[in-house]
């Protein structure tokens, strides 16, 4: 059975750090390519980091130089390494696995978490 599971977020000030985390039990891991989304009240959802079996990655606009997304293969965690937080970072955030389409920032994943909250006070 497939398992996606978020953990690391929380409430900070604007300017401040968070990581998220997901442990993926996904068949063979190391080949999935992975993805983190986002999804605040009233707006859409929407891809904000990925990274594709080899490692390369791929971001929205509006985290590029503020956000890492990184995986451990051995371990079968995904990463998402948060600086300078702002306001408008404020949503769920689901991890994502299994695309066929290399950072894909596209809700084209099989498998998805149930999000863990991260909250952005000014």
């Known amino acids: 059975q497939v398992q996606v599971v978020e953990s690391g977020g929380g409430s900070v000030e604007a300017g401040g750090s968070l990581r998220l985390s997901c442990a993926a039990s996904v068949h063979r891991y190391r080949e999935n390519n992975m993805d983190w989304f986002r999804h605040a009240p009233g707006k859409e959802r929407e891809g904000v980091a990925a990274i594709d079996y080899d490692g390369r990655t791929d971001y929205v606009d509006s985290v590029e130089g503020r956000f890492t997304i990184s995986r451990d293969n051995v371990k079968n965690t995904l990463f998402l390494q948060m600086n300078s937080l702002k306001p408008e970072d404020t949503a769920m955030y689901y991890c994502?696995?299994?695309?066929?389409?290399?950072?894909?920032?596209?809700?084209?994943?099989?498998?998805w978490g149930q999000g863990t909250q991260v909250t952005v006070s000014s």
């Open positions: 994502a696995a299994g695309s066929s389409i290399p950072r894909s920032l596209l809700p084209t994943y099989d498998y």
